[in-house]
């Protein structure tokens, strides 16, 4: 490509030199002037002049980091119609120098259109003498025009070569202000975007810090309506302290000088906070000439941006205290003592009731023995005339088919009612035997029951004997009994309230310390803590204070009541006897007899 237009420009090069003949010029009238061609001159226009890089020894972004600062890039420009200017100045000064280069090239070129134009004017002077002589005054005027219209083209082709460096620098003036348009749009549109960005950073600062400052405030309202709460509880709602709302007071005070110190150093972090993110947003906000745009590194501004800092975080903690309310459930009173009793124990009258029961167990066994003893003599008696009268109609055996005489038979019922007469007397003998043996089994149980009864009677009166010497002695031992108890009670009384004091005081001076602080300088609010001490103690010496009048009053009524309850009231109870009179009746069969006797 670079050898192709080599050789068209030494071709036009070529044309443009030589110069026509003889004839040509006849032709012409002797009108022959160097071709439009020859005056042409290719200005070397780089295109490096219309190329932001070109000019980047006097061009630059802004904003440019700064090292020497303490920002990150250079301070912002307010007025941004000088700040362009200066650019301007610049792209001048280096349009000047194209200029000047350019115009260096219009010597060359007039000395090749002067030589072209003694040629062409030579070449007229010596066709022209071929026609005119060269001392005529035709010639002369021809000659002197020839050289008039030669010097006009000449004037043209400087004038055209001048036209041409303008249209140039022209070319290069209009990029220039393009550049410097751009890149005062982009300045206007970056000045705006980060006005924007800063106000829209200082509202958001100054929303925070005013929210802080309203957090705060509530906080600090809530902490003093806890501790007035809370002492309002503890007093149950009569507070003994004097001092209360000069302590209020002063802690009130003491709150509104921790708000200001927060809000304070809050203030102080989120101003400097505030600072480098306005100075880290406009720094990686840029406007270049290259292309005349602005450009917003994210990357960089996520590198070295911060958000805004968190608010100090305001630590405090509620601690609630219940009221102390030591209480003691004393034991039920001691019952009044009732009306004693007459304590005697009559033995005569137990062993005079033994004797009754025991005549009684004895007549009744009496009674059923003549009743056992009354049915055998019935029995006895009914039995015999039913014998006798079934004998009566009895007859011995025949012998030898001769049947028995009336005498055999009146002997044979004669021997019958012996044998019957014989066999109910053993039996008789055998009934009242058993009823003999029955009659002294239960008169031996008899008499063990009234000595047993007699010998319980007898254990009864020394266990009563027993009881009334020992009612003093017991009476004693429970009173020393009861003394140890009302001691161990009021000791362990003692140990729990203690305990109970302690843990109220360490959640106390918990919820003091987390109020007010542990270093404290008012003397008001010390106060509060050392009455309220004084006030818990003084609840635990009432406790103990009741609890020994209590006993100082009931101890007596104890002692009386349990004296009153050791009775000695025998309870006799004599053990009856199961009095089961049975003796079984069993009656022979008649007819046994006859099968035996028969």
Known sequence: MKFFAVFLAFVVATQASSIPGYSYWCS??????????????????????????????????????DPSSKNMCEEEQEDIA???????????????????????????????????????LSTFKCYLAKVLCKTSEAYCTKVEKYEEKLDDLECDAVEKFNKDVQKIIDQIKCFHEQLLSRFQTCLDTRKCRVDAYCSGLEQKSGDAQEKYEQCLTAHMTKRKEWVECIFGVIYEDTIKTTTFAEAMVAYQAMLDSDKKWYVKDFKKKIEAAVEQLKDCYRCNYKCYFNTGCYGFNRRSFRKTTKSLPAPPKYDYKLVRVCVFNPEWKAPCPAPEPKDKDTEEFVKSTYLACIDTTYEKYLKALSDKIIEWKLQVTTWKGE???????TIATMKPKSKCGTPPSPAAI???????????????????????????????????????????????ITKVEQQFNCCMSSKTSKSCSYEAVLDRKICQCRQQLCRKLQTMLAQHKQLFTSFYQCSFGCKITDDNIKLLKTDYIA??????????????????????????????????????????????????????????????YC
């Open 383 to 389: 039995s015999d005339i039913c014998l006798k009268a």
């Open 535 to 596: 006030c818990v103690i003084e609840k635990v010496e009432t406790v103990l204070t009741e609890f020994d009048a209590f006993w100082c009053l009931e101890k007596p009524k104890y002692v009386a009541a349990y004296v009153c309850g050791i009775k000695c009231t025998p309870k006799v109870s004599i053990p009856g006897l199961r009095t089961n009179w049975q003796w079984r009746f069993c009656k022979p069969s008649l007819s046994s007899f006859f099968r035996s």
């Open 82 to 120: 000088a700040f362009v200017e200066t650019f301007r100045v610049k792209l001048e000064t280096k349009r000047g120098k194209i200029q000047t280069a350019l115009e260096k090239k219009l010597a060359p070129f007039e000395c090749t259109v002067k030589n072209l134009h003694a040629r062409y």
């Open 410 to 456: 009146a002997t044979y019922q004669e021997k019958l009612v012996q044998k019957a007469e014989t066999w109910l007397d053993n039996y008789e003998c055998r009934f009242v035997a058993q009823i003999d043996a029955v009659d002294s089994k239960w008169c031996r149980i008899i008499e063990s029951w009234k000595t047993k009864s007699e010998s319980y």
């Open 28 to 65: 012409r009238n002797f009108c022959v002037y160097p071709t439009p061609n020859s005056y042409c001159y290719r200005l070397p226009f780089s295109q490096n002049w219309c190329n932001a890089k070109y000019y980047a020894d006097c061009l630059r972004e802004y904003p440019c980091p």
